[in-house]
């Protein structure tokens, strides 16, 4: 009755504070208040009889319901043997019994005070809700409203410029990726391709300003993005240590947390993964702990992976109700989040490797890239284009001058295509090594434009076409065959090949039920089995069906 | 018999009977049965609470042998029944012949089966038809057997044990629940352990054989039946067997969820019987002169695993009687006051 009284005082509070209403929330303050007094009130006038005492000592001591038992058998009119017999050895144990660590006999602690122990969660409860309210209107504003905007602008400096323990640029690029108008602001510019690192960035700081000021707000709202992007790499590891040793404590699912703490993520999923499935063979004992377990994790990668920490709580939940099914689907789902979380770290540390890489060499031209999904793409890509001209922003190079861009050899692409790079490092991006594909060859060579010009996002030109056209009408009336349309004469069919059947297309004539010339007779023999001559050995020869 | 146990002076003696008696009957059967320690308990708590004990196990793990063994410890009337599907009602309970009386007249006269005895071991029982099984009913239950309307007494004490295989169920005659019931306790004889096989190997196949020894007699055994019921049990406790009992009902208010889920038919009432009398057991067995919780927890599986009957969401998740009596027993509380009322 008393936590059920708290559970509706917490719902009241909570919904008080989402409906924002002040009076309600006093109310159940008030109300909370009141509840707390009763339960404090009933807690003290509460008597403790000597049954309750005696049962409360033989769980306290372990003494197997001795004393519960023989004060029973005191009231008994007729005793047995061995009644008295347990009445004498009853009398000997509580003459053995230290009072002080028998909890409920003579405790030296106020009785106040052992009520209030007692009943410490109904006290807890009521008067957090109290204080909850309490504070209610300071805390009914919106949090979010009052907070300062804040501003994350690239850092314009070279590597060489920074002070040590300051974060790369890339690093910044990486932050600033979900927004990437600044990085976009101070390089994404043609013509500056071909130029030194310093003269680059000195050359464009004053140009990149107001562009990064015309994007503030985008990279107002980035800077959220970007720190929780950046939190999340570090709680998802730790959630999946967390995770690892929780699961270390159960012996079915401690290969699975050994993997985890080594961070060999996929073992541990495909583990996960071989624990559903057994998950029906294990005993009852196992499935408590296997279940604590998970418990345990779901609580502590709460902070983490949210992932991670519900799945982790549902096989809790459905381990501890011995729904089979339901466990089984919880844990594999925890080992796909699992391996997800692995899979994200794994990228995170590889755009880590490539910014610091990057960084460390102090270009400002990134390396051509080719990951799993970039580097065929990129590589036929640089082939084909390896000796048309490209300036940074990759128009042709018909206006280009100076642009160097030649280190296109390794897959290298223009230098000061910091664009490519937020591309890059959005797609997951570059290599470890940084040398890309060497696929990539060609790419990147020609002569880019010196002069400077509008910032173009994406390396792309509309191109106006003029179509001669003349209305009137068509040379033909002929529609493909649907079933709402009446029929009409097909157009006539191209002229077939002499060569073999293989040559001529299959159902993609106008036709659908076009069947080769050479195979008519057959096809009707097959249908009209009536009309078919007889079988005789040359039918046999033929390989067709009678 | 009972009111010799109240006369002063004699308490210990029949303390002493049992302790005596037990640790006989345990050493003497383990001269030819290696491990099986939970197997021969149950056997004891059988023998003692005057319940019968279904052993159910694959062949070759020394059912028939244990119950050779433990009547030879005890020096009672021992009979054997094969049970094939052609036995018949009348080859175990007996039937009337005619014979010539001592004045020559013909008479029907009642020839005792094989269930006029001491220890009846029924192997392989759910071989027979349902109607032999029955014929088993009466025996049980009120220790007595009903041919041509006379009602014959079975000797005290009286106690079966059934063997039966749970694997090959092609030609077999399930036991109803009704018969299942009379079994007191169900007990599983698992594979011996490599150190216990070891020992196996050694015990049968040397060139000497162990005998057993008795040491009690039908009248001790009985003397012990009546101190076991005379063991002291507080209220809390048998409310917590009511608790448990009623616990198995899915039905019930406070079954837990796991049994609501799993659960078709819960135990009867004379599971609680078997509970507190097996507690009983268990506790002078522990020396002690009261049951405990711990005792009753020790007895569930024995006393009702072969109570419950699963639904079929059970057999599909491969949820087994004695999983759902484990978790009943771990959420089913302890410290609800029985006795509110007397709280002051």
């Known amino acids: 009755m008393a936590q059920w009284s708290m559970v509706a005082v917490l719902i009241g509070v909570i919904t008080a504070r989402l409906t924002a209403n002040v009076v309600i929330g006093w109310m159940i303050s008030v109300g909370a208040i ?444 002929w529609r493909p065959p649907r079933p709402d349309t009446p029929l009409v004469a097909p157009p006539p069919a191209p002229a077939v090949a002499s060569g073999p059947a293989s040559n001529s297309p299959v159902g993609a004539g106008p036709d659908i039920n076009a069947v080769p010339r050479e195979y008519t007779e057959a096809v009707r023999q097959y249908f009209l089995p009536e009309s078919a001559p007889p079988a005789g050995p040359g039918a046999a020869a033929s390989g067709l069906r009678p | 018999m009972a009111s010799n146990y109240s006369r002063p002076g004699t308490r210990e003696t029949d303390l002493d009977l049992f302790g005596r008696v037990s640790a006989g009957i345990i050493a003497e059967v383990r001269r030819v049965i290696v491990g099986q320690d939970e197997v021969l308990n149950g056997a004891l708590v059988g023998l003692l609470t005057s319940g019968h004990v279904l052993l159910e196990g694959v062949p070759g793990l020394g059912k028939t042998r244990l119950v050779r063994a433990l009547a030879s410890a005890l020096d009672l009337a021992y009979s054997r029944v094969q049970f094939t599907p052609d036995l018949m009602p009348a080859d175990i309970t007996g039937t009337n012949i005619i014979a010539d009386d001592p004045s020559g007249i013909r008479r029907f006269r009642f020839e005792p089966g094989p269930v006029f005895a001491n220890l009846l071991l029924a192997d392989e029982v759910n071989r027979a038809t349902p109607k032999t099984q029955s014929a088993l009913l009466e025996a049980m239950a009120e220790s007595q057997v009903t041919v041509a309307n006379i009602a014959h007494r079975l000797p005290e004490p009286f106690m079966v044990l059934a063997t039966q295989n749970p694997l090959e169920m092609e030609g077999t005659y399930p036991l109803p629940e009704a018969q299942l019931d009379r079994f007191a306790y169900k007990i599983l004889v698992t594979f011996p352990t490599l150190e216990e096989l070891n020992a196996i190997l050694d015990l049968t196949t040397g060139d000497t054989s162990p005998t057993v020894t008795p040491v009690a007699s039908a009248p001790e055994i009985l003397r012990l039946q009546s101190l076991i019921r005379q063991v002291p049990m507080g209220q809390h406790v048998r409310d917590y067997v009511a608790r448990l009992v009623l616990g198995t009902h899915p039905d019930q208010r406070d079954a837990t969820r796991f049994v609501k889920q799993y659960v078709r038919f819960g135990a009867s009432p004379r599971a609680g019987q078997a509970l507190i009398l097996a507690g009983k057991v268990y506790a002078l067995l522990d020396g002690r002169y009261n049951v405990g919780f ?26 087994s009687t004695d999983a759902v009596i484990e978790q009943l027993v771990m959420t089913l509380r302890t410290d609800e006051m029985a006795d509110r009322g007397r709280a002051s």
Not at chain 1, 114 to 138: D, E, H, Y
């Open chain 1, 34 to 477: 009141i509840v707390a007094s009763i339960f404090l009130g009933r807690a003290v006038v509460r008597r403790v009889g000597p049954y309750e005492i005696a049962r409360r000592t033989d769980a306290s001591l372990g003494l197997h319901a001795q004393l519960a038992t023989a004060l029973e058998l005191t009231d008994a009119s007729t005793l047995g043997e061995l009644a008295e017999l347990q009445i004498q050895r009853a009398s000997r144990t509580v003459l053995a019994i230290i009072p002080s660590a028998s909890i409920p006999l003579l405790p030296r602690d106020p009785v106040w005070r052992r009520t209030a122990r007692a009943n410490l969660t109904a006290t807890t409860v009521s008067l957090f809700a109290a204080v909850l309210v309490g504070v209610w209107p300071s805390a009914a504003t919106n949090p979010l409203e009052d907070t300062e905007p804040t501003l994350v602008l690239a850092d314009a400096r070279t590597p060489s410029e920074r002070p040590a323990g300051e974060p790369t640029p890339l690093g910044q690029a990486q932050a600033l990726s979900p927004g990437g108008d600044a990085i976009e602001a101070r390089t994404n510019r043609p013509g500056d391709t071909g130029t030194s690192s310093s003269g680059l960035i000195g050359q464009r700081e004053d140009q990149a300003l107001p562009r990064s000021r015309e994007h503030q707000g985008d990279a107002s709202r980035a800077a959220p993005d970007a720190a929780s992007h950046a939190t999340t790499a570090a709680q998802r590891g730790e959630a999946l240590q967390k995770l690892g040793d929780a699961l270390r404590q159960a012996q079915a699912s401690r290969a699975a947390g050994e993997s985890l703490r080594r961070g060999d993520t996929e073992r541990a999923a495909d583990q996960l993964n071989q624990l559903a499935d057994q998950i029906t063979r294990l005993p009852p004992s196992e499935r408590e702990t296997l279940a604590e377990a998970f418990k345990q994790a779901g609580a502590q990668t709460s902070s983490g992976d949210r992932q991670v920490s519900e799945a982790a709580k549902e096989a809790a939940q459905a381990l501890s109700q011995y729904k089979t099914s339901d466990a089984r689907d919880a844990i594999r789902r925890e080992a796909s989040a699992v391996r997800q979380a692995g899979d994200a770290n794994a990228a995170e540390r590889d755009r880590d490797i490539r910014a610091q890489d990057l960084a460390r060499s102090g270009q400002t031209s990134l390396p051509e890239r080719g990951d799993s999904s970039g580097e065929a793409a990129g590589g036929e890509q640089g082939s084909a284009s390896g000796d048309q001209p490209r300036d940074a922003t990759g128009q042709p190079g018909q206006n280009g001058q100076a642009g160097q861009g030649a280190q296109g050899r390794d897959g290298s692409v223009n230098e000061g295509s910091l664009s490519n790079l937020e591309q890059q490092l959005r797609s997951g991006g570059l290599d470890s090594d940084g040398t890309g594909s060497v696929q990539g060859s060609g790419a990147g060579r020609g002569i880019g434009s010196t002069s400077p010009g509008p910032a173009t996002r994406l390396d792309a030109q509309s191109v106006p076409v003029t179509v001669q056209a003349q209305e009137g009408d068509g040379p033909s009336t």
């Open chain 2, 294 to 319: 711990e005792d009753i927890r020790r007895a569930a599986h024995i006393a009702l695993r072969h109570r419950l009957l699963l639904n079929f969401e059970a057999e599909a998740d491969g949820i």
